[in-house]
């Protein structure tokens, strides 16, 4: 069956002078998924998601979204998504129903009930009369994701929604997504560093490299690709490597650091690797199968490079 995506870019290109931000990203956002966008800082995430709002220019290439040019309907589309770019100017001494009366009032929404449907959303009380300001980091967080679904948006676009929070709130904020996705029906694009909580959150991934959109692949398919290895630390990694050339015609493997080797061939069992390296005198200090996990498949995609 053919994929419906909610979001569709071509080519889009954002400049600042001669600085290249981001050359030619060809995204596609899967209507009903969340779709997480990795990469290191400066590599354009925030300026993708600023585009795709209009909070920035396009110089160049198109963006559609429910099957439209913002360019010919921006009224039309902005009106049906909700986002969290950058904190909201909230009032510290407000409350959090408060603080949504006034955005509502801002964004014009006229749904009854919508301050309320969005709180009991984020799991934050509509009668707490706690001032913004005694807020944990997470509460915050809430609250922002809150007044992002108070106009009921089909689509959120959520930037680094997990910076700063502790792994409780990580976990918390994460469950609270994948509910809005599985049970509320939402299509969210996200952004976050936290590979490992990506890797347990997002339908599909796109991986940022050097201005450029390096990859695009569902998780599903990722986890079936993703390949296994031989992890081996030895006492000398150059010996090593000859010698599974030489006796076992071995040639699939990467040093990673100065005394682990990863072995891509399984043509011979971890124990007759073990077993050559110690009639060789090598000392083997560790050994079994692993697999990749997003980390490694994000370092090997950009050649190394992690997202720190």
Known sequence: MEKEYLLETNNLCKTYGKQKIVEDINMHIEKGKIYGLLGRNGAGKTSIMKMILGLTTISSGEIKIFG????????????????????????PSLSAYENLKIFSMLKGTTKKNAIKDALDLVNLSYQDKKPFSSYSLGMKQRLGIANALMNEPEFLILDEPTNGLDPIGIAELREFIRNLSEKEGKTILISSHQLSEMEQLVDTIGVLHETKLVEECDMSELAKHNRRYIKVQVSDVNKACMLMEQKFGIHNYKVMQSDIIRIYDFSKEPQAVNRMFLENELEVSQLGIAGENLEEHFKMITGGVGIA
């Open 68 to 91: 439209e040019s913002i360019k010919e309907n921006p009224r039309g589309i902005y009106s049906r998504l909700g986002s969290l770019i950058e904190a909201p100017g909230f009032y």
